[in-house]
């Protein structure tokens, strides 16, 4: 028997990853849209480099990685990577709620300020998210 792929299945799992996906997107600009108070210029301030740094989006993306690898760690650690609950929440939800690229496109404009503010920043979002990752595989317990 193959384990191919059948195109109802395959369009089934599509339209999982994209459910799961609209609801991390739509959650993640909730979340963008209520930074407008920009809580953290108390802490930064208005000007330098670190004014230019997306807080509330680097918070979304580790809290994204710490939660989807808590997740794939414990209730969906034994799920096929195609089993559709781990494609609507891992895929979908966790993939639209995080968003790495959006965080590294503003390292344009910090770069513009501050070299080395945008290679701070950098080493903070990777070296942030491999910490929340193995936070979140060390949080489950069976």
Known sequence: MSDAIRPHGFALMV???????AAGTV???LALKGDAA???VDLVG????????????????LLGVYF????LKGPLQRHD?????????I????????????LFVSLGAIWHVSVLGAVLTTLFAVMGGA?????GARSWSE
């Open 81 to 89: 990577a195609n089993n559709l609950t781990r494609l609507l929440v």
């Open 27 to 29: 959650l993640r600009d």
């Open 38 to 40: 920009s809580w953290y």
């Open 15 to 21: 339209g999982t990853v994209a459910l799961g996906g």
């Open 131 to 135: 910490l929340v990752a193995w936070l």
């Open 46 to 61: 208005r000007h330098g480099w670190a004014s230019r740094v997306p807080w509330i989006l680097l918070a979304i993306n």
């Open 68 to 71: 989807a690898t808590l997740t």
């Open 91 to 102: 895929t979908g939800f966790f993939g639209g709620f995080t968003s790495y690229s959006s």
